[in-house]
């Protein structure tokens, strides 16, 4: 605006005064003079073309909690440690240039600094088995964006690679005995370029007195089960996205700051918190909808059936979330998370068996009823089955020990087969997204059985399969013979 002004002002003046120079009007230089005088002017209002900017540059940088001659921690069990900085690196300072230039309406040239260290933190003395939440400034933060590695103490531990390329081979100590991280050039952009307050949660066991005795349950734990065995992708190594609505992604099982999904994150705590850990029992449920063993069929469910996702679309034994059945509800919330997706199952066969861990797949029946139901109960032959009973409980129309009870008879043996189904191993077709079902039209143990084995040989094979666990009732029946 200035410019028009001062320039229309000199062109007046110009032209009132008369006369020229080097061949120009005094109009023309007035304007030309007046134009120079209200760009100046623009620039300053509204920064237009105006003298370079510099953003973020920093003068002076500190590091907390870099004492010298402070007492080194000790820890047991399962703490949250500050540490304290025993290492760092001058500041690095980036800056990248944009603006300026000719061409369309003049832009500012901006130069945008920004700055990283590398340092080293010690958390404790004597040896750790895990780092697990890490806080910058008291809010959680993902250990893999800090490119951290994490010295866990013991006495073998050599010098950290960076260091000694700062410091020079063969200057650098090992800090044997002390467990502490080492954070290679760590952006400071996101904590406002400084160096925010870390703290860490330290994982350290009573240590072995000997090899051969364990006084801490990280060193006696051997095997695990790996519950609750249902949710529709809560076996999934893979991220998988959820769209409630236009634009939207919800992940649906990665649920902590560290950005992995819910089941490496699982593997990785365990194996770094239980090391003596070598076999996991991997529990997969279908479910079961009486615990009469003639009229139960046992069925995978799905724990909602409005939404999928592209990623990984729901399918289980050949059936798709929109042919499935959904888990019951209480109050608009399932009781039970859904059947894992076959394909999620077959990648945590495989994560589990690249962790090292022997494979124990375990097949495991949910009874899913609630509360109001109509089913005749088989222990007190009243309408009314109790709501989620344990599946140890599905037996005979009338349970051995009630007056008109099959047990014992031919009915008995008729029952059991219902139950049992005529399914065949040559009945299911796998694929690369799980295990589909050819035979006949039966919800049955055996179509149920055999569609688990078929998926542990779709994920390369499993070191045992459980078969029939809990199933206490069944056993307890007897034929006619």
Known sequence: MATLVLSAAGTALGGSLGGSFLGLSAATLGRAAGAAIGRRIDQRIFGSGSAPVEVGRVDRFRLTGASEGAATTQIYGRMRVAGQVIWATRFNESSETTGGGKGGPPQPKTTTFSYSVSMAVALCRGQITRVGRVWADGEEVAPDTLNMRVYFGDETQGPDPKIE????????????GMAYVVMEDLPLGPFGNRVPQFSFEVFRPAEKQTPEKAEDLAHLVTAVAMIPGSGDYALATSPVFLSP?????????????????????????????????????????????????????????????????????WRVNGISREQAEVVSQVDGRPVYGGTPADASVIEAIIALKNAGQSVVYYPFIL???????????????????????????????????????????????????????????????????????????????????????????????????????????????????
């Open 165 to 176: 390329a700062v410091e020079g081979v063969g200057h650098v100590p090992a800090y044997r």
């Open 367 to 481: 009874m899913d009823q609630l509360p109001g139901n109509s089913l005749p109960d088989p222990y007190t032959a009243q309408a009314g089955q109790p709501k989620l009973p344990w599946r140890g409980r599905i037996t005979t129309s009338l349970a051995p020990d009630v007056t008109g009870s099959t047990d014992g008879t031919s009915a008995a043996d008729v029952e059991v087969a219902a139950f049992v189904g005529t399914a065949q191993v040559g009945d299911f077709l796998r694929g690369d997204q799980g295990v589909s079902y050819t035979g006949p039209n039966e919800w049955s143990f055996r179509r149920y059985v055999l569609h688990q084995a078929h998926l542990c040989v779709a994920a390369g094979g499993v070191d045992a399969f459980c078969i029939g666990s809990e199933l206490r009732g069944l056993t307890q029946i007897r034929g006619a013979g």
């Open 245 to 313: 609505e236009f634009g939207a992604q919800v992940a649906v099982n990665s649920n902590s700051p560290s950005g992995k999904t819910d089941m490496l994150a699982s593997i990785e705590a365990l194996t770094e918190e239980m090391p003596q850990v070598g076999s996991v029992s991997l529990v997969v449920s279908w479910f079961g909808d009486d615990l009469r063993c003639g009229s139960c069929q046992v069925k995978p469910k799905a724990e909602f059936g409005d939404l999928d996702s592209e990623q990984m679309p």
